[in-house]
């Protein structure tokens, strides 16, 4: 048991299921905060994914660190999107789960690495497809010179990184800002920059 394992964990419940879990914190609740809850995602009644949502939702002191022997992308996603502080697997050290748990309470973020490398994956693919929403929009060189948008250059010195006059920079830009439906270049560079143009 994790409380054997390290004087400063207590554990106040255990559950069975996942609607259990979110009892446990609702009965609690009335004494003290629950500092972190281990979850598991396949269980009978009510999973996971759903009592970490309820709970992050109704307890947001309360902190959800996914304890489990599932690393399917759909899995990982959805406790994150639920509000999970962390997702480890079962075959992690006790060790390192006692970190967990007490980096989790100090605000920490602690994932699997195999689970790491699947949302950097996944964040790294969504930036290259919000890019090319807007690269699809835009001419070739309209992206050039959104990309020094961007970066904060001026109409002068996009001109002459890209050999071309202040007066065609600024009908480019215009056209940008048409295209982007924005009001002005500093929402242009925003959009960019969220998008990974840069």
């Known amino acids: 048991m994790l409380s054997k394992l390290d004087r400063e964990i207590e554990i106040v419940g255990l559950a069975e299921n996942g609607l259990e ?14 500092d972190v809850v281990l979850m598991d995602l396949k269980m009978p009644g009510m999973n996971g994914i759903e009592a970490t949502r309820r709970i992050c939702a109704r307890y947001p002191q309360t902190k959800v660190l996914v304890l489990t022997t599932y690393d399917d992308d759909e899995w990982v996603f959805d406790a994150i999107r639920a509000g999970a502080s962390g997702y480890l697997l079962k075959d992690t050290p006790y060790a390192e789960v006692v970190a967990a748990i007490k980096g989790t309470v100090a605000g920490g973020a602690y994932t699997d690495p195999a689970v790491t490398k699947k949302l950097l994956h ?6 290259l497809q919000h890019a090319t929403l807007i690269t699809n929009k835009l001419t070739e060189r309209e992206t050039d010179v959104l990309r020094f948008l961007a970066r904060g250059l001026n109409n002068a010195t996009i001109a002459e990184e890209l050999h071309l006059s202040e007066g065609t ?19 242009a560079a925003v959009i960019a920059v969220k998008h990974g143009i840069r």
């Open 122 to 127: 996944a964040v790294a693919n969504q930036q």
């Open 169 to 187: 920079v600024r009908n480019h830009i215009s056209a940008i800002l048409a295209k982007l439906e924005v009001s002005d270049r500093t929402q």
């Open 21 to 34: 879990a979110v009892e446990l914190v609702e009965n609690a609740a009335a004494d003290a905060v629950t």
